[in-house]
C-alpha cells in the first residue's frame, strides 16, 4: 500500500530499468481492503506500452479478484496498455481518478469480470489518446458518476454486457467511434451526457446495439445533447429490443459523408456479425433536432439489411427543423411516429384529374399519431385545360392496404362556379379521388377554382 499523508501527494517516476517485465507496476490481487490515495505516477517511456492482450503485464494498476479497494486523488501519465485494469473486483471505490494517455493505442479504465460488481468511478479524467478511454465490461450494479473523456479516441466511453449499471454526468469528445455505447446490456441506464464532436467520425453519437452474441435490451438514455456527430447523433442498433432515448437534444447530427440520418433505429447492418438480429419495441421520446437546413434527407430512419427484423420501433414527441423529411419508416413492420402537437408536417404532390392534369398547385398539411394520419390538402387551379372527371392526388402516408383504415376523407369547393359544394372522396389505386357532390367534376368550368381535401386515415 502506498499512500500519501496530510493531503500530499506521493511521487513515483518510473523507466525500464525499475520495470520488471510481465508484472504491473502496482498490483492489488485478492487484497481486500487496499488503499491508495495521493499518488501521482508518469511513465515516460514508450517500451512500458504493450499492444498485446491483457495480461501481458503492461498495466499501471491493476487489481484482480479483491473487494472493498479504494483509489483516491491518483494521476496517472504517460505509455501504458492500461492505467487501470480492475478485474473481478467487487465493491470497489475510485475518486478523483485522472489518467493522461500518449499512447492511441491505450485503455485508460478498463474495468472487466462478472465479479464487478457495486463498484463505483467517481470523478474520472481522461486526456490525450486512447483507444477505450473508460471501459465497463460483464459487471453488475456499477456506476460511472461525474465522467469526463477528452482524449482524441477510437470510441469513447462504453459499457459491454453490463447489467443495471449506470453512467451519470458525462462529457465526451471522441473523434472516431461513438462517444458513449452501449452493447448487450440489460436494464443499464445513461443519464446526463454531452457529446462534443467535430463532424469527421464514422459512427454514432451516443447508441446502443446488440451483436450475434447478446442482446442490447430495456436500457435508458436520457437528458442527452450530441453536438456534430456525423452520422446519426442518437441510435439504437441491431439485436435491441425494448430501449428508450429520450429527453435529447441534438445539434447538426447526420451531416457526414455517406450519412442520411439525425436519429437511427434498425439491424441495418449488413456484416455477418449481425445475421439474424432483431431490432424491436424501441423508442425515441421527447426530442429536438435541429440541422443546417437541406443537408439531411432525413430527421428519422429505419434501416434493415438482409436477414434482419425490424418491427413496433418509434419515435414520439421529437420535432425537427432543417431536415428534408422528417422520417422514413419504410423498412419496419408496424413502427409509427407521435408528432408532438406544435409539429406540422407538409408536402407537396402532384395535383391530378381524371384526363389531363390542370395547371395549379397542392399544399399538404397533416400530422402523425402513431398510425393515424390526418390534415388537409388545398388546391388551386389557374388553367383547367382538359382536365375532367376527378380530381386526385397521392396521400403524404400510404393508407392502410384496402383502405380498411380510413376515418374521414372529404373536403369542400371554396372558389370557382362550384364553390361552397361539398367533395365525396374515395381511395383510388392508392390516391385520395375527389369529385363535387352528385358527381361532377370539381374543378369546373371557369378556368380556375379552388378547395381543400380533408383526410383521416390509418397506415399500416
Excluded at 408532438?340 to 399519431?369: F, H, I, K, M, Q
Amino acid at each position: 500500500m502506498i499512500e500519501g499523508e496530510d493531503d500530499s501527494l506521493t511521487k513515483l517516476y518510473f523507466n525500464r530499468s525499475t520495470y520488471v517485465e510481465g508484472d504491473p507496476l502496482i498490483y492489488a490481487v485478492n487484497n481486500s481492503g487496499f488503499r491508495l490515495a495521493g499518488l501521482s505516477i508518469d511513465i515516460d517511456d514508450p517500451i512500458f506500452r504493450d499492444t498485446g492482450a491483457p495480461g501481458n503485464g503492461a498495466y499501471v494498476l491493476a487489481v484482480d479478484g479483491a473487494t472493498d479497494q479504494l483509489l483516491q486523488d491518483i494521476s496517472i501519465t504517460g505509455y501504458f496498455y492500461s492505467a487501470l485494469y480492475e478485474h473481478n473486483a467487487g465493491h470497489f471505490t475510485s475518486r478523483g481518478l485522472k489518467i493522461t494517455s500518449r499512447d492511441m493505442n491505450a485503455r485508460a479504465l478498463d474495468q472487466a469480470g462478472t465479479s464487478c460488481v457495486d463498484c463505483l468511478h467517481d470523478g474520472v479524467r481522461v486526456y490525450g489518446l486512447a483507444a477505450y478511454p473508460i471501459s465497463f465490461a460483464l459487471g453488475t450494479n456499477n456506476v460511472l458518476r461525474d465522467f469526463r473523456d477528452e482524449t482524441a479516441s477510437s470510441f469513447g466511453a462504453s459499457f459491454g454486457g453490463e447489467t443495471k449499471s449506470r453512467a451519470l454526468s458525462g462529457y465526451g469528445k471522441s473523434t472516431i467511434h461513438e462517444a458513449f455505447n452501449m452493447t448487450n446490456c440489460a436494464d443499464c441506464i445513461l443519464d446526463g451526457f454531452q457529446a462534443d464532436l467535430d463532424n469527421t467520425s464514422i459512427d454514432f453519437g451516443v447508441s446502443f446495439n446488440g451483436d450475434n452474441t447478446g442482446v442490447q435490451t430495456r436500457c435508458i438514455g436520457t437528458n442527452i445533447i450530441v453536438t456534430g456527430s456525423a452520422n446519426a447523433g442518437v441510435a439504437i442498433a441491431n439485436n435491441s429490443t425494448g430501449n428508450v432515448i429520450e429527453n435529447f437534444k441534438l445539434y447538426n447530427c447526420g451531416l457526414g459523408a455517406g450519412s442520411d440520418r439525425s436519429v437511427f433505429v434498425g439491424a441495418g447492418e449488413t456484416t455477418p456479425q449481425y445475421d439474424g438480429a432483431v431490432c424491436a419495441f424501441n423508442v425515441f421520446r421527447n426530442g429536438d433536432v435541429a440541422n443546417s437546413s437541406g443537408t439531411v434527407p432525413y430527421g428519422f430512419v429505419e434501416a434493415i439489411a438482409p436477414g434482419r427484423t425490424n418491427s413496433n420501433n418509434s419515435h414520439q414527441n421529437v420535432t425537427y427543423s432543417g431536415v428534408t423529411n422528417i422520417d422514413s419508416f419504410s423498412a419496419g413492420s408496424n413502427s409509427f411516429a407521435v408528432d408532438p402537437p406544435a409539429l406540422v408536417r407538409t408536402a407537396t404532390p402532384t395535383l391530378l384529374a381524371g384526363t389531363a392534369n390542370p395547371t395549379g398547385s397542392l399544399a399538404v398539411r397533416y400530422r402523425r399519431d402513431g398510425k393515424r394520419v390526418s390534415g388537409s390538402a388545398l388546391w388551386s387551379i389557374t388553367a383547367n385545360g382538359s382536365a375532367t372527371d376527378y380530381l386526385a392526388f397521392t396521400p403524404p402516408v400510404p393508407v392502410k392496404a384496402g383502405g380498411t383504415g380510413i376515418r374521414r376523407l372529404g373536403g369542400a369547393i371554396t372558389a370557382g362556379s362550384q364553390s361552397g359544394i361539398d367533395l365525396w372522396a374515395e381511395l383510388n389505386s392508392g390516391n385520395i379521388l375527389a369529385r363535387a357532390t352528385g358527381g361532377a367534376y370539381p374543378g369546373g368550368s371557369s378556368g380556375s377554382s379552388t378547395g381543400r381535401f380533408d383526410f383521416d386515415y390509418e397506415t399500416d
